[in-house]
């Protein structure tokens, strides 16, 4: 008769399709390392409390630190037929400790047991989702700093609208990662919660003690209701909606690196190390990282489609589905943390071309609004001198002139209120030293939310 731990019931093997069908030990083996932690801590409380012997329970935990050892060695590698690694691993102890490995199981449920093994796994890759976001502010942090004085042009509707500094454009997304950083710290309070001692859905008989456990493991705290503890599955939709945002950013930044990187822009150039070519085309260099990124976000999203879809009919308390959380979780886990630490180094090794940014921000009349406020501070309403400045802007286009090179009469000719010092006030670089209110892309005023920023950043490690 099968040997799968609950097979008393049954009076005939499972058919080996439904075996393979049911099995996840191809997906969630990579728990191994949270499985036996949480078995240790368990079977730890079990002999303080003396549900089983103290002796017994000391060997249990050797047993399980033994198999950690040897499959972190090679020594000991899954088995492919396993049901899943919860039973492979509580089936090596047996094997290894005989009837003494069987006690192990005491007061616990593969129901409760999965629930603790996912949050202790997914509560080590938040921390390194946040190590890899505060690495990428930095390196962010570092690009402004070094770009305080690089005018280019700001947009919006992909038009050209106001000069800023590349530093003020790429903290817009050290601030938009410091959220995502935010809310990874939200999500992990809940995630840090016990579920071990729920057991299937109703608790137990035996005198656990269920705090113990969790200062053991280092949570914050014990689930307050037991069908609750096997059943949520919160933690993991809000951290897939969590990484949904975050990759939307890394996103919107891969997508503005690909157009500074073509010829129509050519911002930036991306290190060799970190662009591919063309298999006919030898003169192409194209942004993959980048566009891989924006590729891998759909899937991201298609993960958390998956948690969210999943769960919307389940009943109380474990149902079978609710298998189905650890791959799309665990993909999406991965996708992210791939493409930050491709991310990272592609844009810490990129070529910035201050002249081309120049050059653009020189060109589309960008200091249009500059003209304007010239006049609002001489007196006039600020319709009026937009209607003004508009006005302007139609000459210069008819005689193929800029607001920099058009003549003083032409501006007089529109307004008597202008002057010579108008060109001083619309020239690039006053337009942004000017704008110096908190958030703007002023020299002074970038410096502030650099500052700011570390200081956040400092809080947030």
């Known amino acids: 008769m099968s040997n799968m731990m609950w097979a008393g019931r049954f009076t005939k093997e499972i058919d080996e399709r439904v075996n393979d069908f049911n099995s996840s030990i191809k997906f969630d083996s990579k728990m191994y390392k949270s499985d036996i932690e949480g078995s240790i801590a368990h079977a730890t409380m079990l002999g303080e409390c003396g549900i089983i012997e103290q002796g017994e329970s000391e060997k249990i935990v050797a047993g399980l630190k033994e198999i950690l050892d040897d499959i972190e060695s090679g020594r000991l590698e899954f088995d492919p037929t396993a049901e899943d ?142 069908l609750d503890g096997v059943s949520d599955r919160d933690f993991c939709m809000e951290l897939a909606s969590a990484l949904s945002i975050l990759m939307s950013h890394l996103s919107r930044f891969s997508e503005e690196i690909i157009m500074w990187c073509s010829w129509e822009f050519k911002f930036v150039e991306l290190d060799d190390a970190y662009a591919t070519g063309s298999s006919i085309m030898p003169q192409k260099k194209n942004p993959d990282v980048t566009e891989l990124i924006r590729g891998k976000t759909a899937r991201v999203y298609g993960d958390l489609n998956t948690l969210l879809t999943m769960m919307k009919g389940i009943p109380l308390a474990y149902n079978k589905d609710m298998q189905e959380d650890k791959e799309a979780i665990f993909d999406a886990v991965d996708t992210v943390k791939l493409c930050l630490k491709t991310f990272i180094p592609m844009l810490d090794t990129m070529t910035i071309n201050k002249e081309n940014m120049r050059a653009a921000a020189a060109k589309g009349f960008i200091n249009a609004t500059d003209c304007a406020d010239y006049l609002v501070k001489k007196g006039m309403p600020f319709r009026d001198a937009y209607k003004a400045t508009g006005t302007l802007v139609h000459t210069c286009i008819e005689k193929g002139l800029t607001l920099e090179t058009l003549p003083i009469e032409e501006y007089k000719a529109v307004c008597d209120t202008f002057d010579t010092d108008v060109y001083e006030a619309i020239s690039l670089e006053a337009c942004v030293m000017q704008r110096k209110s908190q958030g703007g892309p002023a020299p002074e005023a970038v410096k502030e939310q650099i500052k700011r920023l570390e200081e956040k950043l400092s809080e947030a490690r």
Do not use: W
């Open 85 to 226: 690694i919860h039973m492979f691993i509580e089936s090596v102890l047996t094997e290894r400790l005989g009837d003494t490995g069987k006690r192990l199981h005491t007061a616990r449920s593969r129901n409760d047991q999965v629930a603790l093994d996912i949050r202790l796994y997914l509560r080590d890759e938040v921390t390194e989702i946040k190590a890899y976001c505060v690495s990428l502010i930095e390196t962010i942090l570092k690009i402004a700093k070094e770009n305080l004085t690089t005018v280019m042009p700001g947009y919006t509707h992909m038009q050209r609208a106001q000069p800023i500094t590349l530093a003020h454009h790429v903290l817009a997304y050290a601030q938009m990662l410091m959220r995502d950083i935010g809310r990874l710290d939200d999500l992990y309070k809940r995630l840090n919660q016990l579920p071990l001692g729920s057991c299937a859905l109703a608790g137990t008989t035996y005198p656990i003690n269920r705090q113990r456990v969790c200062e053991l493991l280092g949570f914050d705290e014990v689930m307050g209701n037991s």
